[in-house]
């Protein structure tokens, strides 16, 4: 199994009720926005990388939470694992990885919808690193909720680790909640000459032995072939899955579940300073409707709420908002 740095391989009392797997690293973020970061002179330094944000985003909404992820043996490690210790989240699964460094993400930010990302993931990011024989297959079967993302298939080790731990879900059955595949398709992290072609097994694999998928049109499109909102949807649940849920940028998100309850809800309005980190906020407060047992409709207009909110801060981990701050919004005419 993994074992924290601090030497804390101890078993946790109760499940987790949310377990995240796969990317993680050090956003820098302008702290000055309109410019290409040519021209950037300041900048701010947080903790990143997609799944972590969901953690990080369940967390303050008062879960208890995990992240499955590695690092580099680096200061920029250190700085991970501070963080996500400030945050609420578990890192006794995050481990360094020596031969490679944590990776780096650069943005600019251009609102309200142009934000260009620049990763440093190389010779190879560390949370590609996961192994199947390190999982706690225990911890993981008994989550809650347990969270993958596409980015988890792009290479081996990881591909076959994260396959490893939705299967293991999957035996369980649905006795201890929900297994969300984020469809999160990155191409510049996928290699071959048809990148949809080569990914899409995989996505298939993964959408079989998962209950929820998240994703937006072009994601949807890689793990489906189709990109209609709600023919994405039940191609997604002809896949395998009980919730399809697609996100459609302006015009809001749908959800279908397969029993027939739909809810399409329309974007909140908001004074966009950074697009970046909402669609994360939007997956920590999917976890948490889902963990609370909310009407799909209600769970839908809260993670939107969440993700509105971050959408109008610069950052994305600090950035996610308390259930105070969410229920504040909805409660506005």
């Avoid at 995990?66 to 890192?91: K, N």
């Avoid at 990302?117 to 190879?124: H, N, T």
């Avoid at 999982?135 to 994260?162: M, Y």
């Avoid at 939007?282 to 709420?305: D, K, V």
Wanted: overall charge negative; some cysteine; hydrophobic content about 40%.
């Amino acid at each position: 199994m993994l074992h924290s740095p601090r030497g804390d391989s101890s078993e946790p009392s109760e499940p987790y009720d949310l377990i995240t797997m796969g990317r993680i690293g050090v956003d820098v973020y302008p702290l000055q926005t309109g410019v290409s970061l040519a021209q950037v002179e300041t900048f701010g330094k947080f903790l990143g990388g997609s799944p972590t944000n969901v953690a990080v985003a369940a967390a303050r909404l008062g879960r208890r939470t995990a992240i499955v992820s590695r690092t580099g043996q680096d200061p920029f490690g250190d700085y991970i694992h501070r963080a996500l210790r400030e945050f609420g989240v578990d890192d006794r699964w995050v481990t360094p990885v020596r031969q490679y460094p944590t990776p780096v993400t650069f943005c600019e930010i251009f609102p309200p919808d142009d934000f260009p990302l620049y990763f440093y993931r190389q010779p190879k990011a560390p949370d590609l690193e996961i192994e199947e024989g390190e999982l706690d297959l225990d911890a993981i079967r008994t989550a809650r909720i347990f969270w993958v993302t596409g980015t988890g298939l792009c290479e081996e080790p990881s591909r076959g680790a994260t396959l490893a731990a939705l299967a293991a879900r999957a035996e369980a059955g649905t006795t201890y909640g929900a297994t969300v595949f984020d469809l999160d398709w990155r191409p510049m992290f996928w290699q071959g000459e048809d990148l949809m072609g080569t990914a899409r097994p995989y996505y298939a694999e993964a959408l079989a032995h998962a209950t929820v998928a998240v994703g937006n049109l072009e994601e949807c499109e890689v793990a489906t072939g189709v990109r209609e909102p709600m023919d994405c949807a039940l191609a997604l649940l002809d896949a395998g899955v009980e919730l399809a849920v697609v996100k459609q940028g302006p015009k809001g998100v749908l959800a279908v579940h397969r029993d027939g309850t739909t809810a399409e809800v329309p974007p909140l309005p908001v004074e966009v300073v950074n697009g970046l980190g909402a669609g994360d906020a939007f997956g920590g407060s999917l976890c948490h409707g889902l963990l609370a047992g909310w009407e799909l409709e209600r769970t839908m207009r809260y993670a939107n709420a969440a993700g509105a909110i971050v959408a109008s801060r610069l950052a994305c981990s600090s950035a996610m908002p308390t259930a105070a701050e969410v229920e504040d919004v909805l409660a506005r005419p």
